[in-house]
């Protein structure tokens, strides 16, 4: 029987077509137990093979945790079922793609996955639902059009991404698309990246003032430059390392104000090879390389860097790539011509206002192809790239944002391109406005969400769809991002108005809630993060964000921005708007708030089962809890107002409050000592991992034995922010360790 | 025939139109219930804001059970993946599968006769054969593909009153057919909406 393997042998690249073939061969070696099984997930990871929701094998149907029994008696990682569905990550660098790659990109959707093609915020393409045994197969045909899932998960660099406008943007300093290919080429496999303790992710911007790369927000971002040497414009890049979301967030920072373009994949390995020396491996939760440039600061990072360089041999492949510069050049197929003034279809007219860019190339336009939630089906992907074949020469990108966009459009075509659009369902107006919201998977495939993220984002879709044309034009240019957990894939951080899933306790149930997080800058390369004010249960949140926005409408100066409105409003006022959307009626009144957006499964159902109900009895937890939070609170208001000091203090302390809440439900003698407290605490809840979190196991606890140990001396005002980020994850923790207690079989993956 | 796609799809359609959003609990419940003993149920996947497309698949490991309006008419679709029966050695193997897909289809069908939502129209399905490698070559219009479909379907169904017709789709889509059998021939009655 012919195999995917004859029929394309000779159509991949050889190297890549000799990895897949290692794949293979690890997977035969696993399934006879010849390899472990830890080693073989890094193994699978690293080729963009990623576990997916359930694949413990258990799964919590509503009524309480169920086996799921995969035929196979074998496992693919740790705790994770060979049989057991899994989501594969496929890199697209840049989000460059053509017709006949979405094409492919289809037809495994149809063969292995469930139909659907998701685009992520990283421009990658994941795939949910497929089989171990079908990933070869998958790759290979990947392989043959030229993309590869290598390194698209694990501890590597994972896919280059770059602006979306890159080549056509009124703004940029110069495309930078071949070089973020030619920084994908060059590290794809390279030995220097093959040892890193974390992730990797790179990405380019063409200007600094624009959202563009989002470079501030990556390992290592590159920031287009030109100088004048010699009379001679010189390109090169400003680089950032070390910025990065995740749990708590940290700024990027400049290692270089200007690296010549002959000097970008150099420097990038010296930083790859510092990563790999210095970095943490141990505790993956210090391990990305934001980690290593705090603790050892920007200069003595640079000077290593720099050091590192020095002694490097020289590789022709740092310079080569810059002869064939215009490899990437694109051309339209079709002459320039202006928008004509036939009759414009219906809808027409809201669609060319937010899913249109005139690019710099007069009489083209870069079209946006607006994905609710980042997904499109095996039907429309045929159908777009036969669209984007009438339309354009073949130039298709994913983005950020998870859409699409189609690129040098003659703006004469734009209403027969709308209806081609209109006829696969792929004309959804609002690209980039409030109702383009990003969300990452969530609850709904990834193993660490907490709340249902997706959900959450189609509700609040839908309902700001159907008011899109009476919301106020500031409001309609808002961004909304939302994370399922407090991972930050939906990059919440760096929205508006963001969101990122939790959970608490109502009595002897969980209800998911959404902490609510304000004020993060989308432009300027991610310029600045938003701050968490609050959790608001999951089911208020579209109330919320109608309050919040109304408000931004109708109290705004003129020409005021969010970010500077919610400065304004100060942290006291958001409080106290987001107050009366907290409270969480009793299950007996609503179980509405019990079970999340579009799973009517009740949240979690501990074991203590409604007959065991507290009733009434309030816990010293939540007492103290609620103490602990007020005090963050403070924390927060101290740090806006620039009291660094007291900002440091209040987190600390509210860290300790929430350490004694917990105390207090094993012994009321703690008394409020920071000592004992910080004892008490390691000894009952650390040492015996009872506070430690499924997935990032102690992590939570070393935030308050770091501050702990730290007692007194100063920092800067960047550590303070983190540390109150880091009061308000605690806090999240010691919440989801008394859920824990309270409903152990209900709670396997709180955080 | 030595044919053997790795996946099958079998389309029954909807006698009237559908709110997709029924289907989130109902595939949640069938969960619960553990509804097919054949079948191992994982999740209920939601996709209900992607036009022309799965809108609501209860996940199984050897099949999807899909809410399906891709093509714009809406049915439930019983897509086999994986756990093939064997079949009897004598049996041509690609009918075996046709069989063991039809089988499937037939079972979701019959499960959704107590829920309220739509009933499944009677005379007609659509099935595809979804395997490039298995189907390259081939013509669209493969007489012996579409003898082997006939021939299954009318075993399967006890009847030689039926249409069997290549889907008039894009050739890059994989090879499906549009089939119409007598009314009374069907396994799953027509039944009436709910009040």
């Known amino acids: ?751 | 025939m030595d044919l053997l796609p790795a996946r099958i799809k079998v389309k029954l359609f909807f006698t009237d139109p559908v709110e997709p959003n029924d289907f989130v609990p109902l595939f949640h419940s069938w969960i619960q219930e553990k509804r097919f003993e054949d079948h191992l149920l994982v999740d209920v996947a939601d996709y209900r804001h992607v036009p022309q497309g799965p809108s609501i698949i209860l996940v199984a490991h050897e099949a999807d059970f899909i809410v399906d309006i891709e093509d714009g008419r809406a049915g439930l679709a019983y897509l086999r993946k994986r756990g093939w029966p064997a079949g009897d050695p004598s049996d041509d193997p690609l009918r075996v599968r046709i069989r063991t897909a039809l089988s499937g289809a037939v079972q979701a069908a019959a499960a959704l006769e107590s829920a309220p939502v739509p009933g499944i129209e009677g005379g007609e399905l659509a099935l595809w054969l979804i395997d490039r490698l298995s189907l390259r070559g081939r013509p669209e219009r493969d007489p012996v593909l579409l003898q082997t479909i006939r021939q299954e379907l009318s075993a399967f169904f006890a009847t030689d009153d039926l249409t069997v017709e290549p889907l008039d789709r894009d050739s890059r889509r994989s090879f499906g057919v549009h089939a119409r059998l007598p009314s009374n021939s069907l396994l799953v009655p027509s039944k009436s909406l709910p009040a």
């Not at chain 1, 010699?230 to 290692?255: C, M, N, P, S, W």
Request: aromatic content about 10%; proline content about 4%; charged content about 25%.
């Open chain 1, 1 to 751: 029987m012919t195999t995917w393997k004859d029929e394309l042998k000779g159509k991949m690249p050889a190297d890549w077509a000799e990895e897949i073939d290692r794949f293979e061969g690890q997977m035969e070696l696993r399934r006879s137990d010849k390899i472990d099984e830890k080693v073989f997930a890094e193994t699978r990871l690293r080729r963009g093979a990623y576990g997916q929701r359930y694949d413990n094998g258990h799964r919590h149907d509503g009524i309480g945790v169920q086996p799921l029994e995969f035929p196979a008696d074998l496992t693919k990682g740790p705790d994770t079922e060979w049989d057991a569905p899994g989501m594969h990550r496929i890199k697209v660098p840049f989000g460059g793609l053509n017709p006949d790659q979405l094409e492919v990109l289809a037809e495994l959707a149809e063969e292995y996955s469930d139909g659907i093609l998701h685009v992520t915020t990283r421009q990658d393409f994941q795939l949910h639902f497929v089989h171990i045994e079908d990933t070869p197969d998958l790759m290979r045909r990947l392989a043959a059009v030229g993309i590869t899932t290598r390194e698209a998960c694990g501890n590597s660099v994972r896919n280059v991404t770059a602006c979306p406008l890159a080549g056509v943007c009124h703004t940029e300093t110069f495309d930078v698309t071949p070089y973020s290919h030619a920084l994908f080429e060059f590290l794809l496999g390279h030995d220097d990246v093959q040892d890193f303790g974390r992730k990797f992710k790179p990405a380019f911007s063409g200007c600094e003032h624009e959202a563009c790369g989002l470079v501030k927000m990556h390992d290592m971002g590159y920031l287009a430059q030109v100088r004048e040497v010699d009379g001679q414009l010189q390109r090169g890049f400003r680089i950032y390392v070390g910025g990065g979301l995740g749990t708590v967030t940290h700024q990027a920072k400049i290692l270089s104000e200007f690296v010549p373009e002959e000097e970008l994949l150099s420097v990038t390995q010296a930083v790859c090879r510092v990563f790999t020396k210095l970095g943490e491996k141990r505790n993956r939760n210090r391990a990305r390389l934001k980690f290593l440039v705090a603790n050892l600061g920007i200069d003595e990072f640079k000077k290593l860097v720099f050091e590192e360089r020095e002694q490097m041999t020289f590789d022709p492949r740092w310079t080569a790539y810059l002869d064939d510069l215009d490899r990437f050049a694109e051309s339209p197929d079709e002459g320039a011509g202006a928008l004509g003034s036939e009759a414009r279809p219906s809808g027409f007219d809201g669609w060319f206002e937010t899913n249109v860019y005139h690019q710099r190339q007069a009489g083209y336009a870069t079209v946006t192809v607006n994905l609710p939630l980042g997904d499109l089906s095996v039907e429309q992907a045929f159908e777009l790239a036969d669209i984007a074949r009438s339309y354009t020469p073949d130039t298709i990108r994913t983005t950020v944002e998870q859409n699409m966009v189609l690129r040098w459009v003659p703006e004469s075509q734009l209403t027969d391109l709308y209806q081609a659009l209109q006829g696969a369902g792929l004309s959804a107006p609002g690209a980039g406005t409030i109702v383009d919201i990003t969300a990452c998977p969530g609850t709904d495939t990834c193993k660490l969400g907490i709340a249902a993220s997706r959900g959450l984002a189609g509700e609040l879709r839908t309902r700001l769809a159907a008011q899109n044309g009476s919301l106020d034009q500031a409001v309609k240019d808002l961004r909304v991002k939302i994370s399922g957990c407090f991972n930050s894939c939906g990059q919440h951080h760096v929205a508006d108005i963001g969101f990122f899933g939790n959970s608490r306790r109502r009595q002897e149930r969980l209800v998911p809630h959404f902490q609510v997080v304000l004020g993060g800058k989308w432009k300027e390369n991610a310029g600045s993060y938003g701050l968490a004010v609050g959790a608001v249960p999951s089911k208020a949140v579209p109330d919320v964000l109608e309050s919040i926005t109304a408000r931004y409408a109708a109290e705004r100066d003129d020409g005021e921005s969010f970010q500077d409105w919610v400065t304004r409003l100060g942290k006291v006022a958001v409080k106290l708007m987001l107050q009366p959307f907290t409270e969480v009626p009793s299950y007996e009144l609503d179980t509405s708030y019990f079970s999340d957006w579009g799973d009517p499964r009740e949240f979690t159902l501990g074991d203590l089962g409604v007959g065991e109900c507290a009733g009434e009895v309030v816990s010293l937890f939540s007492i103290t809890i609620v103490q602990a939070e007020g005090t963050a609170f403070e924390a927060l208001v101290a740090l806006e107002a620039g009291r660094s000091e007291e900002a440091d203090e209040m987190a600390y302390r509210a860290m300790l409050t929430a350490a004694k809440a917990l105390v207090l439900g094993q012994t009321p003698f703690v008394g409020d000592e920071p000592s004992n407290i910080v004892n008490e605490f390691r000894s009952r809840f650390y040492d015996t991992e009872l506070f430690f979190d499924p997935f990032a196991k102690g992590k939570f606890a070393q935030y308050l034995f770091r501050r702990h140990q730290r007692n007194g001396e100063v920092v800067d005002s960047e550590a303070v922010t983190r540390l109150v980020e880091e009061a308000n994850l605690f806090i999240e923790a010691a919440h989801a360790c008394d859920a824990r207690q309270a409903s152990p079989a209900a709670s396997s993956s709180l955080l």
